[in-house]
């Protein structure tokens, strides 16, 4: 104690300090909702028993110069115009009230901060609510029964003032708002939907009147009428849990709110954004599968608002039109006692200061469904406004929607019930109000005690309101009228409604709210005695103990026991889905079933459901016990179980079935007209169920053939269905039994057989009779036996009847016995019955020894020396049948014949004689036989080399007709304008076809004709070029070859020689045209022109020949005398036109060989400039630019202005342009920079100087925002991926001053005269590079540094050469703050985010690079264990290939029959070139309207190459159009040409060399490599880079050709379908089916798959 006293003597206590002002912005910050002021005032003036309230809105003109503040009305100038809201800022607000004034305490809490009322019976419990008008004053005023208040601010302290003032009938809180408040008026219609809700539950305020300056423009009235008392039912639980709550008493009143706004201030409100939520799903559960299902039949079961407008006659601000809306709802209270716990009582009354309540109302409102309904009218009517009353903090909720209930204290809380009912309650809430407090001990407590009420009266709502509609339910005869039904519809919408209203969802922003009312909801009955819980079923209103669920096995036959509503996905959460367990909507059981089949006679389709549900369970069980077990029920089911048949009366008792009918056997033979035996259930019954669980499932057997016929022929049969006394049912018989016949067994069979064996049920031409007794027609060759009557058409009853006994034939020997003595048989007879009689075919061959069969012309013959009487055959003088009729192609008697041994056709050898006969009549006989029936008889023994010397196809030669030998004769008639033969006219192209017969020589014989008779005159030549231009014979191959012989006659340049004189030169010294140069053009000088018209040229232009000289024929004008080359140019005094020349080379440089480019770095060609003074003493010094030719190597490129003017007079520069510069580089030339030395002199080093590492800050912020425009290829390497912030790397530092010595040691000095020595400047910033490859920027610190020599340095590092705006760009950048940026179009967030993926990218492939040479020392470390294998090229096509196999093989269009057909089509088409515009239109509507998807293929895809651009490449691919990616940048490869010859060889293999138009193009896409290819209007385009790609790969050219023998034919098959598809497929697998031997004929293919190289072999 002694210290403690010393302690106090010898310290000073110190007074805490609070920052008063931040701890109001804290209380605020705990108020975020809308409207929070009006809030917590209004519920201050309902504590204060205040009946009306005013809101007031003031301008600063009205508050300042009127009495309005003291509730006079002065107008605003006299003003009667109606104002904007919009944007009319405000000055004040006021709110009045009419309750009580304040009294001395009241006083004194305004002073107090959460200093709570400790009235137990007001709301307000921590006295910091009034605080929210801080939010948008710093000094309210109070007024209240003649004395004011003022609370204000001085520094961060609060501090009051009271005074006095006019007395009124008004308590006024008047707030002048902040600077940063004075806005306009709060949305006035949001305001009304929000006062509207707040007054529902307030027990004093009844009216609220909002006014703009003096000016009301929105009245709120609200009304509640008498309340209804209600007895607490018995059976509920009036008490809470923990016995806090004591429900004394219940009551229900209507009441009525209605809101006028004006329609001016209507127009300042908002517009509605709404969403809602989706339901969840509701799945059903299979209840046999429960075991309770089974309980019942063993044991016995329990015991169970409308809007108005009125419109004054003036429509000003003082006479506003008012629009008037109004709503009613009931309002349910419970009348609430409490008796808290002395430690609860204790606990509540230490938080809150105050006793808490000993009574008090507790409320909920329940919207009826059709003011629900008016608000949704009301919504629809005006869909930008919505609802009034419906919305963001209004009084109706939506039903699964947005805007949900809420627990109001006095006031509205942020806190959601989870129904849609609000309540109302004296719960404690958190500070803010937000939510209730459910988290702090005794005040959780008194809250979930609370919440019981709140479950407890909405469970009483509920069952008010579901009873309601139980009672007004429509009845007929006094039965419940079914839910579906139109009559019942407003009954099941409101019950529908009443269910959806207390169907809980989760609470928001505290999820035990909805649980803790749920719980309540169920558990405040005493299910001792109420286990009743009424919902909305299928019959009305039902209790759930007496529903059952819903599912689709009983709906079809369960009609007596009510259900559940269906639901489907996506309906909103259901009431019975959130049942417990005492209540829940039970399962059927099998009682349920027997009880149904006990009480009604089921119509046919309510069986089948029975039998399809009980069948399909038991087949379901899968243990043997437990569906022995579950068969002991079966008994119960049959016996109960009647059924009418189809319409009629009649009934079928189950108990009487033992069989059915086996569908898989029967139907659809067995009709239901037809007779069944009575133990027999008809099919129609048991047609839907699986027939392989019929028998396990009810014990019943199928139906045999022998039960069926037993009963057909049993006494007790009517007469229409007794087989032998009806011939038609006689038949029909036949014929089901025809249809079931392959299906049965043997032994049924038998037992068949033996059955019918002696019945006489065979209808004949005689009568009945036994089946051994019975004919069929074919035997009767006599006309004398009994002759089956039934249908014979039918096969198999012929199978049938032939089974059962029927006789087909007479005996053998007595057959022909009758035929030796009876002349009135035919040949036409007697073959057809052998035919028929297999005993008779197995003796055929002695049957073709006897010669009997007559001959046409008299005569008789053996069958094989007769010929079939075809009208082809008979000029050909054979011996032909005599038959009575026309013999057709394929039909049954010439099938017959053929099979018998007659011959159809002479053979092909024979034919072939007689066409080389030297008869012009027989020979033109027998070639036109033999073309007419190539197809038929020579197509697959014909081999043209077999008779390639002899001379059977008509020809011409030299104009003469004659006959020609295979190796003579070509098709294509064009042909002889080189002198080869052609086919004569008469022949039809099919038969040439069919020949084999070549349409074209080879590309050996055209070359042969061109070295040994070449063109002698130009008309010939142009002929010849022209033609060659429309065919495709010749390779590029075969055309390199063709540019090197002398085939080009040439006029001489000298006038007056003639034709004879021309003379040849290869197509390699050509080129084309020259008409664009005029003729004293350079280029006319030095090269040779021709030209032989368009087509002709195109042929040249495929040999090589080039339109104009190119870039490698300048290099090597140029190379040979560049002086000269000048002064021809005319650029000796301005070297600009020479510079063009330099920068076409430029353009076409990486086009030129490697020996074109050493040439050029060696040749003095570069023109090199240098800056020189005049030395006139009389005039000032001027400056200008010489230049020079020299070599690369002697150029230097000025890569830094400042080093330019210093250095510019001593060394040769290079031109400043871009693509110039970019030659000089490629050639050798040097950069300027690079030969200067760089003396940096940092003069006294500053550590200290912040702007440094400002500096340094900004760099890394901005430099990469300034780099990513940039090309890397314009950046020194390594500077995009320097790591700036590692310190070790980048460093800034200061200094006091800063020089730099700059000087050029240098081979590249021309100057004579020395250079001095220093060339020093002062610079405020430079860059240097220490011996650990840190660079170091220097900075001369100064107050204002100049950020310009900044750029200038780092764009030194950064740039390989920079210019002038790459200095002020990068100064800009880094001078401007970031949002600066922004606002100019950078887009600094996304630079940002690329500039870090790019770091983490680098990282990655410096861990990889340094995890590679590991690997790689590792593997030298190791001796090379692993030894490399041979790498098989494998192609990406086939991948695309392995997709289109598991494609669907169904023909689908493109029928398989017709195939052929399809593949001719699309031929036919190739050789037609491009498409049409108007075969384009009709493609494109053909497939526009095609529902099929295109599968996504991403080596065949038009879209991703669309921009092309024809390319000339000087022949490189011969006749093949050449195309590139207008985005390509690589250049052209030279495997071009191997490219294009194998293209070349694919359209020989295809056939397509000598048509006129190519359909074949060459595209390089270097970009894309994956694509292979595209059709395009029939044209067919193939990816180089494809090719180059599988090059690299290791791709041989055999497999080069395969490869792109299938991608072609994938493309041509485009022509017919655009999809990838079955249809597409099928073509393709027919294209390459079609012309594989042909592709197997090329030399490269055979070598890959190493098959002999003599292709006749």
């Known amino acids: 104690m002694a210290s403690l006293t010393k302690t106090a003597t010898t310290r000073t206590p110190k007074r805490v300090e609070v920052n008063q002002r931040a701890l109001v912005d804290k209380v605020l910050a705990r108020y975020p909702e809308e409207f929070t002021v009006f809030r917590e005032l209004l519920q201050n003036a309902d504590d204060a028993r205040a009946t009306k309230v005013l809101i007031e809105f003031q301008t600063k003109d009205y508050a300042t110069h009127s009495a309005g503040a ?28 009419n309750g009580d004034y304040f009294e001395d305490k009241d006083w004194g809490r305004l002073t107090k901060i959460a200093d709570g009322n400790p009235d137990e019976q007001k709301i307000g419990a921590f006295g910091v609510g009034f605080y929210s008008v801080f939010g948008i004053t710093d000094s309210p005023l109070v007024l209240s029964g003649g004395k004011s208040l003022s609370i204000f601010f001085l520094g961060d302290q609060l501090y009051t003032l009271d005074d006095t003032c006019s007395q009124s009938d008004w308590t006024s809180i008047e707030m002048v708002l902040k600077e940063d408040m004075q806005v306009t008026v709060p949305k006035p219609f949001d305001l009304a939907r929000f006062l509207a809700a707040t007054m529902t539950f307030m027990s004093s305020v009844e009216n609220a009147h909002v006014f703009f300056d003096n000016k009301i423009f929105m009245k709120i009235a609200k009304s509640r009428h008498v309340p209804s008392p209600i007895r607490v039912p018995k059976d509920m639980i009036p008490r809470s849990k923990e016995d806090t709550m004591h429900i004394k008493g219940l009551s229900v009143a209507t009441q009525e709110i209605t809101v006028e706004l004006t329609d001016w201030a209507r127009a300042a409100g908002t517009k509605l954004a709404s969403t809602h939520r989706s339901g969840n799903e509701n799945l059903s559960k299979d209840p046999v599968k429960r075991k309770s299902f089974w ?3 063993k044991r016995e079961a329990p015991k169970v608002a409308k809007v108005t407008k009125v419109v004054s006659r003036a429509s000003t601000y003082d006479h506003p039109p008012w629009l008037t809306h109004s709503a009613k709802y009931a309002v349910y209270s419970a009348q609430v006692t409490t008796s808290p716990s002395k430690d609860l009582h204790k606990g509540l009354k230490a938080m809150t200061k105050k006793d808490p309540p000993s009574h008090f109302d507790f409320e909920m409102v329940y919207f009826s469904k059709e003011e629900q309904d008016a608000r949704t009218v009301e919504e629809n009517r005006d869909p930008d406004m919505g609802s009034i009353f419906r919305g963001p903090q209004g009084l109706f909720p939506q039903l699964d929607g947005e805007y949900m209930s809420r627990i109001f204290i006095g006031q509205s809380t942020a806190q959601t019930t989870g129904i849609s009912g609000h309540m109302s309650g004296r719960f404690i809430p958190t500070v803010e109000r937000g939510s209730i407090d459910l988290t702090n001990g005794h005040i959780a407590k008194w809250n979930q005690e609370l919440l019981y009420v709140g479950g407890f009266l909405a469970r009483l709502v509920y069952e008010q309101e579901i009873r309601k509609v139980q009672e007004a339910w429509p009845t007929v005869n006094g039965a419940v009228v079914p839910t579906a039904e139109a009559r019942a519809s407003a009954s099941r919408e409101k019950a529908s409604y009443a269910m959806r209203y207390f169907t809980f969802q989760p609470s928001t922003p505290d999820a035990k709210v909805a649980r803790i009312l749920q719980d309540a909801f169920f558990d405040c009955f005493d299910y001792s005695s109420n286990i009743h819980f009424p919902i909305l079923t299928n019959s009305g209103i039902r209790y759930t103990k007496d529903v059952r669920e819903i599912h689709s096995d009983f709906t079809s036959f369960m009609k007596m026991v009510p259900t559940q509503l269906p639901t489907s996905p996506g309906d909103p959460p259901s009431l019975v889905d959130s049942l417990p367990e005492k209540y829940g909507v039970r399962t059927y059981t099998f009682s349920d079933v027997v009880k149904e089949l006990q009480g009604r006679i089921l119509q046919e389709e309510e069986m089948i459901g029975c039998l399809r549900w009980w069948v399909n369970f038991i087949s379901s069980l899968e243990a043997d016990e437990e569906r022995e077990t579950t068969l002991t029920f079966l008994s119960s089911l049959t016996d109960n179980a009647k059924s009418r048949i189809g319409n009629s009366m009649r009934v079928v008792e189950l108990h009487n079935i033992t069989k059915f009918v086996d569908a898989s056997i029967w139907l659809p033979w ?16 048991t047609r839907t169920l699986d027939r392989r669980h019929i028998s396990p499932s009810l014990l019943w057997e199928p139906m045999t053939v022998v039960d069926w016929l037993s009963h057909l022929i049993s006494p007790q049969i009517d007469a ?18 025809g249809n079931i016949w392959p299906m049965m067994s043997s032994d049924m069979k038998s037992q068949a057989k033996d059955l019918m064996q002696d019945v006489p049920w065979i209808a004949t031409n005689l009568g009945f009779r036994p089946p051994g007794g019975a004919y069929f027609p074919e035997a009767d060759v006599f006309r004398d036996l009994p002759v089956v009557s039934v249908n014979l058409f039918d096969p198999q009853i012929l199978i049938v009847l032939g089974e059962f006994g029927v006789k087909r034939h007479l005996n053998f020997e007595e057959l022909f016995a009758k035929a030796d003595k009876l002349s009135t048989w035919s040949a036409m007879e007697m073959i057809r019955y052998l035919s028929t009689d297999p005993d008779a075919m197995e003796r055929v061959e002695d049957i073709r020894k006897y010669a009997v069969f007559p001959c046409d012309k008299g005569g008789k013959y053996c069958i094989t020396e007769l010929y079939l009487p075809h009208g082809e055959i008979r000029p050909l003088g054979l011996p032909i049948l005599n038959w009575s009729r026309r013999i057709d192609k394929d039909s049954e008697d010439d099938q017959l014949l053929t099979d018998m041994g007659f011959l159809r056709h002479p053979p092909l050898e024979k034919l072939i004689e007689i066409a ?30 077999k008779y390639d010397d002899m001379l059977f196809i008509p020809a011409i030669r030299d104009g003469h007709e004659c006959v020609g030998a295979y190796e003579e004769v070509y098709s294509d008639p064009s042909w002889a304008l080189m002198g080869f033969q052609k086919v004569h006219p008469s022949v039809d192209r099919k038969v040439v076809g069919r020949l084999r017969m070549r349409e074209a020589p080879s590309a050996r014989q055209v070359i042969e004709v061109f070295k040994t008779s070449p063109p002698k005159d130009f008309n010939t030549a142009m002929k010849w070029f022209a033609f060659l231009a429309t065919k495709q014979v010749l390779s590029p191959g075969d055309l390199q070859q063709i540019a090197e012989i002398p085939i080009v006659p040439v006029e001489p340049k000298s006038q007056g020689h003639s034709d004879s004189e021309s003379r040849l030169v290869p197509p390699r010294e050509c080129f084309i045209g020259g008409t664009q140069y005029g003729e004293d053009h350079l280029y006319k000088r030095l090269f040779t022109f021709v030209d032989f018209g368009e087509h002709a040229n195109r042929f040249l232009k495929a040999c090589g020949v080039k339109a ?20 021809k140019a005319g650029a000796e005094g301005d070297p600009e036109k020479y510079l063009v020349e330099l920068r076409g080379i430029a353009v076409g440089y990486e086009g030129l060989s490697e020996e074109d480019k050493k040439r050029m770095k060696n040749a003095p060609i570069f023109v090199g400039y240098r800056t020189s003074k005049s030395s006139d003493p009389d005039h000032a010094p001027v400056v200008r630019d010489e230049f020079q030719l020299v070599p690369a190597s002697k150029v230097l490129l000025a890569d830094d202005m400042e080093n330019r003017r210093i250095f510019g007079e001593f060394v040769w520069l290079a031109p ?48 990469p925002i300034f780099m990513h425009e940039f090309d890397e290829q314009r950046l020194k390497r390594g500077s995009v991926h320097r790591k700036w912030d590692d310190k070790s790397l980048f460093l800034v530092k200061g200094c006091k001053d800063l020089k730099v010595d700059k000087r050029l040691d240098s081979n590249y000095r021309i100057s004579a005269e020395r250079q001095r020595e220093s060339n020093e400047f002062y610079v405020s910033a430079e860059i240097t590079t220490e011996e650990n490859g840190r660079v170091v920027l220097w900075l001369k610190k100064t107050e204002h540094l100049d950020m310009y020599d900044v750029a200038v340095a780092l764009c030194r590092l950064l740039f390989k050469t920079h210019k002038k705006h790459d200095v002020l ?11 600066i940026l922004r606002k100019r179009g950078y887009d600094v967030d996304r630079i940002e985010q690329a500039h870090e993926a790019a770091k983490l990218e680098d990282k990655k492939k410096e861990e990889e690079r340094e995890k590679a040479a590991r690997n790689k020392r590792l593997e030298e470390g190791g001796g090379g264990r692993h030894g490399g294998g041979n790498t098989r090229f494998r192609s990406k096509f086939l991948d695309f290939l392995r997709w289109q196999s598991g494609g669907s093989k169904t023909a689908g269009k493109v029928d398989v029959k017709e195939i052929d057909d399809a593949i001719k089509e699309l031929m036919d088409q190739c050789a037609k070139g491009q498409a049409t515009r108007e075969e384009q239109e009709i493609r494109n509507r053909e497939h526009s309207g095609a529902d099929r998807k295109r599968k996504d293929v991403k080596y065949c895809a038009e879209l991703k190459s669309t921009a092309l651009q024809s390319v000339d490449v000087a022949g490189a691919a011969g006749f093949i159009p050449v195309w590139r990616q207008i985005t390509a940048q690589k250049e052209i490869p030279g495997e071009l040409t191997d490219f294009a010859n194998i293209v070349h060889g694919l359209n020989g293999v295809l056939d397509l060399s000598n048509n006129e138009h190519g359909i074949f193009n060459i595209f390089w896409h270097p970009e894309d490599p994956e694509l292979m290819g595209f059709n395009r209007h029939r044209l067919i385009f193939l990816n180089l880079a494809n090719y180059t790609q599988n090059l690299e790969s290791g791709m041989t050219p055999g497999q080069a050709y395969i490869h792109w023998y299938y991608i072609v034919l994938h493309e041509i098959a485009h022509n017919r379908t655009p999809f990838h598809d079955e249809h597409h497929e099928l073509l393709v697998a027919s294209l390459s089916a079609h012309f594989l031997p042909r592709l197997h004929e090329v030399e490269e293919v055979r070598e890959y798959f190493n098959c002999a190289t003599d292709v006749s072999q």
């Open 295 to 297: 309980d019942g039949s």
């Open 1369 to 1379: 760009s990068l100064m800009t950048i880094l001078e401007t703050d970031k949002e």
């Open 70 to 97: 003291n509730g006079k009305t002065n107008g605003i100038n006299g003003t009667t115009d109606i104002p904007d809201l919009l944007t009319t800022k405000l000055f004040k607000w006021v709110v009045r009230n």
């Open 720 to 737: 229409a269905h007794d087989i032998r006394k009806n011939s038609t049912y006689s038949n029909r018989v036949l014929a089901v039994l």
């Open 670 to 685: 067995l009709q239901s007209d037809d007779a069944l035996p009575p133990d027999t259930i008809p099919f129609s019954f």
């Open 1108 to 1127: 104009k000289p190119d870039c490698s024929d300048i290099v090597h004008i140029l190379i040979k005398d560049p002086k000269e080359f000048l002064r």
């Open 916 to 945: 080389g006969d030297p008869d012009p009549k027989v020979q033109r006989a027998a070639f036109g036989y033999l073309a007419s029936k190539f197809d038929e008889l020579c197509d697959t023994e014909y081999d043209p080399l």
């Open 1216 to 1263: 400043q342009d871009e693509l110039l510069e970019k030659l000089y580089e490629s050639v050798g030339s040097g950069y300027l920079s690079a030969h200067i030395k760089y003396n940096v002199k940092p003069l006294s080093e500053q550590p200290k100087w912040a702007r440094c590492e400002e500096v340094r800050s900004a760099i890394l912020e901005k430099l």
